[in-house]
């Protein structure tokens, strides 16, 4: 990149998110993708990897290095550590040190409270930011999902995350209605862990539960043949390790009750949306975006409980950092979008 364009790329908006981080740079689009995850060495206090790396080492670390995860439903758990994780990932960017400081927007649950606002602000400002904005996921993943914000026709967003679910309704530029549930994709790997921990008496961890969801998940039977895969753990009686084999019925089971805190969610939403704008869902119907998008037959599924059109986005997994990023991309037109700036 030439000198003098150096500098456009600088601003960037950040898709802090309870699984995965993602970080779009002006003008280059998404440039980083990788696991929320920081691996610390407990005695000296040191990082010892962050993202890709360190989610190897979950429930695989010695006692001097822990993996952690410092977000949790969608907020700030550890602000140290999501503070550090953030310096790490804006400086793999920007290698060169000479670069100004960034204005960065950072994609926040919108049920978050306004001291967790102010921890996400700070932590920007800590990791080297010169200004910090805040979006909400709901309005950045519509805009992501190429939804028309602006216009003055209702448009209904189910953004599923790692640590929560997003549902607004969003018209001209602003959301008029909005839910925001502790439950994502963490909450279905641990329904796997817990049915399979009570079924089967078998221990597996969150990557293996992970893995199975991925897999085999589904949220509707889908009418095909059944899916299998074999599970590794450890037996509860034993103490040994065991594999056993599980459906894709199994799992349907194993997921229900987090499955079906969503669909009342998107319920609540539609209760509660404005008449006018309830025909305008009914024209355009729910654009679904988040990794929980890509469930299998959710999309079905929310087809048959709510009655409405579905469709899953095309880039739902990031369609909240493309979202963010089009805001830093055409800041003169979309900063309404944003929440106001209340930094003294």
Known sequence: MPNNL?????????????ANTLVYVRGRGIVLNEPSVVALNTSTGKIVAVG????????????????????????????????RMLRYFIQKIHRRRHFAKPRIIVAVP???????????????????????????????????????????????????????????VISMGGIVTSQS????????????????????????????????????????????EELHAEVRGRDLISGLPKTIVMSESDVRQAIEEPVTAIIDAVRTSLDKCPP????????RGVAVTGGGALLRGLDER????????????ENALDSVAVGSGTCVENYERLHQVLVPERRR
């Open 181 to 224: 549930i502790r439950v994502g994709g963490d909450e279905l790997d641990q329904a796997i862990m817990t049915f399979i921990k009570k079924e089967y008496s078998l221990m597996i961890g969150e990557r293996t539960a992970e893995e199975i969801k991925v897999a085999i998940g589904s949220a509707y039977p889908t009418g095909a």
């Open 6 to 18: 150096a500098f456009l790329g600088r601003d960037m908006a950040v898709d802090l998110g309870t």
């Open 52 to 83: 890709i790396d360190a989610k190897q080492m979950i429930g695989r670390t010695p006692t001097n290095i822990t993996a952690i995860r410092p977000l949790k439903d969608g907020v700030i758990a550890d602000f140290e550590v999501t503070e």
């Open 110 to 168: 919108s049920g978050i409270t306004s001291v967790e606002h102010r921890a996400v602000k700070e932590a920007g400002y800590q990791a080297g930011a010169r200004r910090v904005y805040i979006i909400e996921e709901p309005m950045a993943a519509a805009i992501g999902a190429g939804l028309p914000v602006h216009e003055p026709t209702g448009n209904m967003v189910v953004d599923i995350g790692g640590g929560t679910t997003e549902v607004a």
């Open 276 to 283: 006018e704008l309830s025909g305008d869902i009914m024209d």
């Open 302 to 313: 929310l087809l048959h409980e709510t009655g409405m059109p579905i469709h899953v986005a």
